[in-house]
């Protein structure tokens, strides 16, 4: 069985300051982590993705995610918010002996103020 | 290149009528899927089809969803004797070989209001 937590439905922050968007996943077997982003009357699109190589994934936009299997995380983040990054976010999980479906979080609305 | 299209974009419809919402999917993938997105809510699964396989169909809420897809082309998500609650919008998407690791490409979705 997989699921994902993301904690917090709404984020706030500053033009200008760090995004974190917080992904707790739960997985009995490797995961394959993703990022996605639904911008206003649009459909998701993928940020990023963790597929077993590098922990640290970059995506685009400026975002990246870090891996921790220690902390079962899978938070994004980036440094400088900007007035576009405004969207929701999905984080989603797949395990490698598991179906084939993503499992999908509730998703992070992201509120930038100018 | 194309991506993912969905029709209608809005679809108003009276309690008790059925509907049909339709995906072109990106030419030459081979995995589609159905989403339903309800407001404030993640992605719940629908169903599943990948080539000519027997579609994935543990994700339909009820027998009053059905859906078809003709090879690897356009899929049709048809709910019968709608209810309120089927109100959502509902995401197609589709992805090139259906492996766990594959993106998804979304369509902008299909937005259903039943009266």
């Known amino acids: 069985a997989q699921s994902v937590t993301q904690l917090g439905s709404h984020v706030s922050v500053s033009e200008g300051a760090l995004v974190l968007l917080r992904c707790n996943y739960s997985?009995?077997?490797?995961?394959?982590l993703f990022w996605y982003v639904q911008y206003p009357n649009q459909g998701l699109q993928l940020l990023l993705k963790?597929?077993?190589?590098?922990?640290l994934v970059k995506g685009i936009n400026g975002f990246e995610a870090e891996f921790k299997k220690s902390e079962t995380s899978f938070h994004l983040t980036k440094p400088s918010a900007h007035m576009s990054d405004a969207a929701e976010y999905f984080c989603?999980?797949?395990?490698?002996?598991?179906?084939?479906?993503?499992?999908f979080g509730r998703g992070t609305s992201l509120i930038v103020h100018p | 290149g194309a991506g993912v299209s969905q029709s209608p974009s809005n679809k108003v419809t009276e309690k008790g009528k059925d509907v049909e919402l339709r995906c072109d999917p990106i030419?030459?993938?081979?995995?589609l899927y159905w989403y339903r997105q309800r407001l404030g809510q993640g992605l719940e699964f629908l169903i599943y089809?990948?080539?000519?396989?027997?579609?994935?169909k543990s994700g339909l809420p009820s027998d009053r969803f059905s859906a078809e897809r003709t090879g690897e082309s356009v899929s049709t998500l048809t709910i019968q004797r709608t209810q309120q609650e089927d109100s959502a919008v509902y995401l197609c998407?589709?992805?090139?070989?259906?492996?766990?690791?594959?993106?998804?490409?979304f369509g902008p979705g299909t937005r259903l209001t039943v009266l």
């Open positions: 998407a589709s992805s090139s070989t259906g492996t766990r690791t594959d993106t998804q490409y």
């Open positions: 997985s009995s077997v490797p995961p394959y």
């Open positions: 963790y597929t077993s190589a590098a922990t």
């Open positions: 989603a999980v797949s395990s490698s002996g598991g179906s084939y479906i993503p499992t």
């Open positions: 030419s030459g993938h081979t995995a």
């Open positions: 089809f990948q080539g000519n396989s027997a579609p994935d």
